[in-house]
């Protein structure tokens, strides 16, 4: 069985490792890489979507970065408790037409003994943005993100 680390119960560090290693992952765009960190069986709430197991996991992002071009994401731990951990998040995207839009949201995550996430409810809210009012250009700590 493939373990990844690190593993619950989680410390206030492991829990930030685990939050910035999705942060990393979901920042390369690629879904096989991203599904990989959960359980075969894994279970989704993303805003009004409902998904169950790895497949339909690659299958929503696939489409997710299909239409939100320029993605980048930043994550913050909110907070931990034994295998579960809170996130908000933030993430900037363009659509199709050009438009620029900033996506607030909130992450409830739970894993299994072996470090893959088995649910992960998400609420996201959309905010249209001009490009000049971008604050997500590139790798984390590159530009300052400000709590909004």
């Given amino acids: 069985m493939t373990e990844r680390p690190p593993l619950p119960p989680f410390t206030a560090e492991s829990a930030a490792r ?3 290693a999705a942060e990393d992952a979901w920042n390369t765009r690629d879904p096989h890489k991203v599904s990989l960190a959960y359980s075969e069986g894994s279970v989704w709430r993303n805003r009004d979507t409902f998904l169950t197991g790895r497949a339909a996991i690659v299958e929503f992002l ?6 939100e071009r320029a ?6 731990l909110w907070s931990f408790d034994g295998n ?3 996130v908000r998040f933030q993430y900037e995207c363009q659509d199709a037409d050009g438009q620029w839009w900033r996506s607030y949201g909130n992450e409830l995550w739970e894993f299994d003994g072996r470090g893959l996430m088995t649910r992960r409810e998400a609420s996201i809210n959309d905010v249209r943005i001009e490009e000049h009012e971008r604050r997500i250009h590139g ?6 993100l400000p709590v909004q």
């Fill in 18 to 20: 685990k939050v910035q």
């Fill in 62 to 67: 696939t489409a997710k970065w299909a239409r």
């Fill in 71 to 76: 993605y980048a994401l930043r994550k913050d």
């Fill in 84 to 86: 579960r951990i809170a």
């Fill in 139 to 144: 790798p984390r700590g590159e530009e300052p």
